[in-house]
Protein backbone atom coordinates (compact mmCIF):
# COMPACT_ATOMS: atom_id res chain seq x y z
CA UNK A 1 0.00 0.00 0.00
CA UNK A 2 2.75 2.40 1.24
CA UNK A 3 4.47 2.25 -2.19
CA UNK A 4 1.81 2.48 -4.36
CA UNK A 5 0.66 5.32 -3.11
CA UNK A 6 4.32 6.78 -3.24
CA UNK A 7 4.40 5.99 -6.71
CA UNK A 8 0.79 7.59 -7.29
CA UNK A 9 2.06 10.88 -5.31
CA UNK A 10 5.33 11.31 -6.69
CA UNK A 11 5.14 9.97 -10.12
CA UNK A 12 8.56 9.93 -12.30
CA UNK A 13 10.37 11.33 -9.13
CA UNK A 14 9.39 7.52 -7.15
CA UNK A 15 11.14 5.58 -10.21
CA UNK A 16 14.23 8.24 -10.48
CA UNK A 17 14.90 7.16 -6.55
CA UNK A 18 15.85 3.50 -7.72
CA UNK A 19 17.53 2.07 -10.71
CA UNK A 20 16.23 -1.29 -11.00
CA UNK A 21 13.37 -3.47 -9.58
CA UNK A 22 15.65 -5.74 -7.27
CA UNK A 23 16.31 -1.68 -5.62
CA UNK A 24 12.41 -1.82 -5.05
CA UNK A 25 12.25 -5.04 -3.64
CA UNK A 26 15.30 -4.12 -1.61
CA UNK A 27 13.53 -0.85 -0.46
CA UNK A 28 10.28 -2.65 0.30
CA UNK A 29 11.72 -4.67 3.20
CA UNK A 30 13.76 -2.61 4.57
CA UNK A 31 10.64 -0.22 5.06
CA UNK A 32 8.51 -3.17 6.12
CA UNK A 33 11.17 -3.96 8.86
CA UNK A 34 11.03 -0.20 10.00
CA UNK A 35 7.69 0.61 9.69
CA UNK A 36 6.88 -3.05 12.20
CA UNK A 37 3.82 -2.17 14.50
CA UNK A 38 2.63 1.24 12.51
CA UNK A 39 -1.16 0.82 11.87
CA UNK A 40 -2.94 1.53 8.99
CA UNK A 41 -4.90 4.09 9.87
CA UNK A 42 -1.33 5.97 11.03
CA UNK A 43 0.34 4.81 7.97
CA UNK A 44 -2.41 6.65 5.66
CA UNK A 45 -2.72 10.15 8.23
CA UNK A 46 1.67 10.52 7.86
CA UNK A 47 1.08 9.59 4.01
CA UNK A 48 -1.38 12.31 3.64
CA UNK A 49 1.30 14.93 5.73
CA UNK A 50 4.19 13.21 3.45
CA UNK A 51 2.14 14.27 0.01
CA UNK A 52 1.87 17.98 1.57
CA UNK A 53 5.49 18.40 3.23
CA UNK A 54 7.91 16.55 1.03
CA UNK A 55 8.24 17.34 -3.12
CA UNK A 56 10.38 13.94 -3.17
CA UNK A 57 9.49 10.60 -1.08
CA UNK A 58 10.64 10.68 2.06
CA UNK A 59 13.30 9.34 3.65
CA UNK A 60 12.32 6.29 6.24
CA UNK A 61 14.17 8.65 9.20
CA UNK A 62 11.59 11.15 7.61
CA UNK A 63 8.82 9.09 7.52
CA UNK A 64 9.37 7.86 10.92
CA UNK A 65 9.10 11.41 12.15
CA UNK A 66 5.51 11.91 10.19
CA UNK A 67 4.44 8.70 12.55
CA UNK A 68 5.27 9.79 15.36
CA UNK A 69 4.49 13.55 14.83
CA UNK A 70 0.74 12.01 13.75
CA UNK A 71 0.50 9.44 17.33
CA UNK A 72 1.38 13.02 18.90
CA UNK A 73 -2.04 13.90 16.82
CA UNK A 74 -3.66 11.86 18.89
CA UNK A 75 -2.79 12.90 22.15
CA UNK A 76 -0.31 9.92 22.54
CA UNK A 77 3.51 11.18 23.82
CA UNK A 78 6.54 9.05 21.79
CA UNK A 79 7.04 5.24 23.31
CA UNK A 80 10.80 7.10 25.18
CA UNK A 81 8.72 9.83 26.98
CA UNK A 82 5.93 7.38 28.07
CA UNK A 83 8.00 4.91 29.39
CA UNK A 84 10.12 7.50 31.40
CA UNK A 85 6.76 8.77 32.43
CA UNK A 86 5.69 4.71 33.41
CA UNK A 87 9.01 4.69 35.61
CA UNK A 88 8.63 7.67 37.50
CA UNK A 89 4.95 6.82 38.80
CA UNK A 90 5.11 3.21 38.96
CA UNK A 91 5.52 3.30 42.76
CA UNK A 92 2.01 4.74 42.80
CA UNK A 93 0.26 4.68 39.38
CA UNK A 94 -3.08 4.87 40.57
CA UNK A 95 -2.24 8.42 41.76
CA UNK A 96 -0.82 9.82 38.82
CA UNK A 97 -2.27 12.38 36.12
CA UNK A 98 -1.46 10.02 33.32
CA UNK A 99 -0.87 12.01 29.87
CA UNK A 100 -2.72 9.10 28.12
CA UNK A 101 -4.63 6.13 29.13
CA UNK A 102 -2.17 4.28 26.78
CA UNK A 103 0.61 5.19 29.13
CA UNK A 104 -0.69 3.77 32.22
CA UNK A 105 -2.37 0.82 30.46
CA UNK A 106 1.17 -0.04 28.75
CA UNK A 107 2.84 0.05 32.10
CA UNK A 108 0.01 -2.17 33.92
CA UNK A 109 0.99 -4.20 30.98
CA UNK A 110 5.27 -4.33 31.65
CA UNK A 111 4.64 -4.72 35.82
CA UNK A 112 4.73 -1.77 37.87
CA UNK A 113 7.21 -4.18 39.79
CA UNK A 114 9.36 -4.51 36.45
CA UNK A 115 9.12 -0.74 35.74
CA UNK A 116 10.46 -0.02 39.59
CA UNK A 117 13.12 -2.56 39.52
CA UNK A 118 15.04 -2.38 36.62
CA UNK A 119 15.67 -0.78 33.43
CA UNK A 120 17.10 -4.14 31.40
CA UNK A 121 16.90 -3.92 27.81
CA UNK A 122 14.29 -6.47 27.74
CA UNK A 123 11.77 -4.37 30.10
CA UNK A 124 11.94 -1.27 27.51
CA UNK A 125 11.94 -3.40 24.47
CA UNK A 126 8.43 -4.93 26.31
CA UNK A 127 6.98 -1.67 27.73
CA UNK A 128 7.71 0.06 24.15
CA UNK A 129 5.88 -3.27 22.35
CA UNK A 130 2.93 -3.07 24.80
CA UNK A 131 2.70 0.82 24.44
CA UNK A 132 2.77 0.57 20.36
CA UNK A 133 -0.10 -2.06 20.32
CA UNK A 134 -2.29 0.04 22.60
CA UNK A 135 -1.30 3.10 20.48
CA UNK A 136 -2.22 1.19 17.57
CA UNK A 137 -5.66 0.35 19.06
CA UNK A 138 -6.08 4.34 20.15
CA UNK A 139 -5.64 5.11 16.10
CA UNK A 140 -7.95 2.33 15.36
CA UNK A 141 -10.39 4.41 17.50
CA UNK A 142 -10.46 2.66 20.41
CA UNK A 143 -11.22 4.39 23.72
CA UNK A 144 -9.29 3.05 26.54
CA UNK A 145 -9.98 3.48 30.05
CA UNK A 146 -7.89 5.89 32.14
CA UNK A 147 -7.73 5.14 35.61
CA UNK A 148 -9.67 7.31 38.10
CA UNK A 149 -7.60 9.31 40.17
CA UNK A 150 -8.42 9.09 44.03
CA UNK A 151 -11.11 10.71 45.50
CA UNK A 152 -9.98 14.09 48.04
CA UNK A 153 -10.65 13.66 51.90
CA UNK A 154 -14.32 13.65 52.46
CA UNK A 155 -13.79 17.37 53.97
CA UNK A 156 -17.78 17.30 55.52
CA UNK A 157 -17.20 14.48 57.81
CA UNK A 158 -13.91 16.26 59.10
CA UNK A 159 -11.70 12.97 59.02
CA UNK A 160 -8.74 14.82 57.56
CA UNK A 161 -8.70 17.62 59.71
CA UNK A 162 -9.12 15.11 62.95
CA UNK A 163 -6.50 12.97 61.62
CA UNK A 164 -4.09 16.24 61.11
CA UNK A 165 -4.89 17.10 64.60
CA UNK A 166 -3.66 13.85 66.08
CA UNK A 167 -0.66 14.48 64.00
CA UNK A 168 -0.19 17.51 65.66
CA UNK A 169 -0.11 16.34 69.25
CA UNK A 170 1.94 13.10 68.29
CA UNK A 171 4.90 15.79 65.96
CA UNK A 172 4.94 18.06 68.88
CA UNK A 173 3.54 20.58 66.89
CA UNK A 174 0.67 22.97 67.30
CA UNK A 175 -2.82 22.85 65.68
CA UNK A 176 -2.32 25.67 63.33
CA UNK A 177 1.37 24.68 62.57
CA UNK A 178 0.31 21.21 61.47
CA UNK A 179 -2.46 22.44 59.30
CA UNK A 180 -0.43 24.81 57.78
CA UNK A 181 1.99 22.52 57.08
CA UNK A 182 -0.23 19.33 55.77
CA UNK A 183 -2.56 21.95 54.06
CA UNK A 184 -1.25 20.05 50.47
CA UNK A 185 -3.47 16.82 51.53
CA UNK A 186 -6.73 18.38 50.76
CA UNK A 187 -5.36 18.97 46.89
CA UNK A 188 -5.16 15.93 44.24
CA UNK A 189 -2.51 13.98 45.04
CA UNK A 190 0.48 13.99 42.25
CA UNK A 191 -0.45 17.14 40.31
CA UNK A 192 2.12 20.20 40.21
CA UNK A 193 0.00 22.13 43.15
CA UNK A 194 0.52 19.41 45.32
CA UNK A 195 4.23 18.61 44.60
CA UNK A 196 4.48 23.04 45.09
CA UNK A 197 2.89 22.63 48.35
CA UNK A 198 4.26 19.91 49.49
CA UNK A 199 8.05 21.10 48.96
CA UNK A 200 7.04 24.18 50.75
CA UNK A 201 5.76 22.10 53.78
CA UNK A 202 8.94 20.13 53.57
CA UNK A 203 11.02 24.15 53.86
CA UNK A 204 8.13 25.05 56.27
CA UNK A 205 9.33 22.26 58.49
CA UNK A 206 13.39 22.70 58.08
CA UNK A 207 12.36 26.44 59.23
CA UNK A 208 10.59 25.10 62.24
CA UNK A 209 13.29 22.58 63.19
CA UNK A 210 11.14 19.65 62.85
CA UNK A 211 12.68 16.49 63.00
CA UNK A 212 10.06 14.15 61.08
CA UNK A 213 9.08 13.49 57.67
CA UNK A 214 6.14 14.78 56.39
CA UNK A 215 3.69 12.01 54.99
CA UNK A 216 3.43 12.24 51.19
CA UNK A 217 -0.23 11.10 51.21
CA UNK A 218 -3.37 10.44 53.28
CA UNK A 219 -2.95 6.59 53.55
CA UNK A 220 0.98 7.69 54.86
CA UNK A 221 -0.70 9.64 57.38
CA UNK A 222 -3.00 7.61 58.65
CA UNK A 223 -0.09 4.67 59.10
CA UNK A 224 2.20 7.03 60.55
CA UNK A 225 -0.50 7.85 63.60
CA UNK A 226 -1.50 4.61 63.87
CA UNK A 227 1.92 3.35 64.51
CA UNK A 228 2.46 6.28 67.09
CA UNK A 229 -0.34 5.66 69.02
Not at 83 to 107: F, K, L, N, Q, T
Not at 137 to 158: C, F, I, K
Not at 169 to 188: D, F, R
Amino acid sequence: MLFARFMTIYGHKFKSAFESNQEIVIAKREWATSLQGYGEDVLVLAIERAKREYSWMPSIAEFLQLLRQCQQAFGLPDSESAYIESCHHADRPSCHSWSHAAVYHAGRMTGWYELRQSESERVVACYKNNYQKLCERVLRGEQLDMPPLPALPNRSTNDLFKLIDQWCVLAGVTPQQGHSLLYYLHKYPDTPLYHQLYEQAQHQATELGLKITLPVTVAELVTWVSNEQ
